[in-house]
């Protein structure tokens, strides 16, 4: 067979591609990303919020006794399989139910109480991918653990408002009461009788949660649901007393910190473990990173949380009220990117290393850290040879000033400053190289 042929024959196999709903941040991204990040931290450690680092796989049922079975999260969302000992295990689709189980592992109720943590990494759920949406998202979980009083909803909010805050966004909170479990039981009656009559006018979705999660028909995003549900029975008009009692201080204690906020009797939340306070975040526009074409302009929650005093106590903890909330970061980040443009300052290289002949070249690595580590934001391309080409990259970076190492400049203990505006070159000690190039980086500001 001639050797053309056989060439034919050998195709590259194709490469995989990325998951529908995953996706990939790029180094491009990242100092937004890190921003976020760290401001949160900042914020959190203030309040005295301590990170708790958590796996992402669980015990399936962990999210099937917390968050419901009959939620679209656990009930079609959930990246469940059995690992190979045969017992079923899912990828987390949120944080909180794996905050608890850790509360309740670590003995953390012996600990001076509210315990506040915080927890920052993937959740799965396998939704349709939209706008904003992804079948891997991050969370900024926070989480107040030991206190039943009104006022640990308030800080809840209060802390969540101040991070969107600092990030210069401009959001809204939505605040609603789920109040206790029994008097949603006898809502829920209500809300069944009022929709039955119009089970014909609903769409697929809702006539299933018609009989299995009915609450859930207040938060379809279908228009037409919409409009039959704006004149249901509320469920904050159906409160027990203790539920309003709460509700009513946890809005003051938001009055009295001047924390402006929407009371939105459509919030229910998709999981089944809260109780009384349930607020959702929302920002505007949705983000620019549309995934899939049917992206929608409804405001995008960019956070969601409440009260959930239950939740222990079915994992088998003892009782312990407690509250919390998560923002999805990638819906922080994009409206964060929307507001603020990365300082050029923070990203921009300022010098770049060149060096010529092996032995520059290994003396080169040592310059580049003495420079890297006075605080000089240099580059370098060990692997090219040519000074042209280094130069070159030089002038696509952008660099204010060249280094240029050579073999004699070496040997003298020298090297070569290049001014890449005007291509004047200059020799320096070696030595005196940090000082010569802060002095000239900072008249070139
Ligand atoms: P959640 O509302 O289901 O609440 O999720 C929190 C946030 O995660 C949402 O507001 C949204 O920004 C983001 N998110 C959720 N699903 C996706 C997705 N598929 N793609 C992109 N972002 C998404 C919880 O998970 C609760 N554990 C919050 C909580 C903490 N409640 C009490 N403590």
Not at 86 to 101: F, H, K, Q, Y
Request: glycine share 8%.
């Amino acid at each position: 067979m001639a050797e053309s042929d056989s060439k034919k024959k050998k195709r590259a196999p194709k490469t995989p591609e990325l998951l529908r709903g995953f996706r990939d941040i790029l180094p491009e991204e990242a100092w937004y990303w890190q921003h976020v990040r760290e401001t949160a931290a900042r914020i959190l450690s203030d309040y005295g919020y301590g990170e708790i680092q958590l796996p992402i796989l669980e015990a399936t049922s962990l999210f099937k006794r917390t968050i419901g079975e009959h939620t679209d999260i656990v009930s079609k969302e959930m990246f469940t399989f059995l690992d190979q000992g045969g017992d079923s295990v899912s990828l987390r689709p949120e944080l909180t139910a794996s905050m608890a189980r850790a509360y309740i592992e670590h003995g953390m109720f012996n600990r001076p109480q509210p315990v506040k943590l915080y927890s920052v990494g993937p959740a799965f759920r396998y939704e349709r991918p939209q706008s904003g949406r992804y079948r891997q998202h991050n969370q900024l979980s926070l989480e107040l653990f030991g206190s039943g009083e009104p006022v640990a909803d308030a800080e809840v909010i209060f802390v969540a408002r101040l991070l969107c805050e600092q990030l210069g966004l401009d959001a809204t909170i939505h605040v609603n009461s789920l109040g206790s479990a029994e008097a949603r039981e006898e809502y829920v009656r209500l809300l069944k009788e009022y929709a039955k009559p119009k089970r014909s006018l609903l769409c697929e979705d809702c006539k299933k949660r018609l009989t299995k999660n009915s609450l859930r028909l207040l938060d379809c995003k279908e228009p037409g649901c919409r409009a039959l549900f704006a004149s249901a029975p509320l469920l904050v008009d159906n409160l027990d007393e203790e539920s309003k009692k709460h509700f009513v201080s946890v809005l003051e204690h938001l009055d009295e910190s001047s924390v402006p906020y929407e009371l939105d009797p459509y919030i229910v939340r998709g999981l089944d473990y809260y109780n009384r306070t349930a607020f959702e975040i929302t920002v505007a526009a949705p983000p620019d990173d549309v995934e899939g074409a049917d992206a929608v302009a409804a405001p995008l929650a960019i956070g969601g949380g409440g009260r959930y005093d239950g939740l222990v106590e079915t994992l088998g903890g003892r009782a312990t009220p407690a509250v919390g909330m998560a923002f999805g970061l990638e819906r922080l980040v994009s409206a964060f990117k929307k507001t603020k443009p990365q300082p050029d300052s923070e990203k921009a290289p300022q010098v770049f290393l060149a060096s010529l002949g092996e032995e520059a070249t290994k003396h080169a690595f040592t310059l580049f850290e003495t420079l890297r580590a006075s605080g000089i934001r240099v580059r370098a391309s060990f692997g090219k040879s040519g000074l042209k080409s280094q130069l070159e990259l030089a002038d696509k970076l952008g660099v204010v000033y060249a280094v240029i190492l050579g073999q004699k400049e070496l040997l003298d203990g020298t090297v070569i400053i290049r001014d890449m505006e005007n291509g004047i070159q200059e020799v320096v000690d070696l030595a005196k190289i940090v000082d010569e190039l802060k002095k000239r980086l900072k008249k070139s500001r």
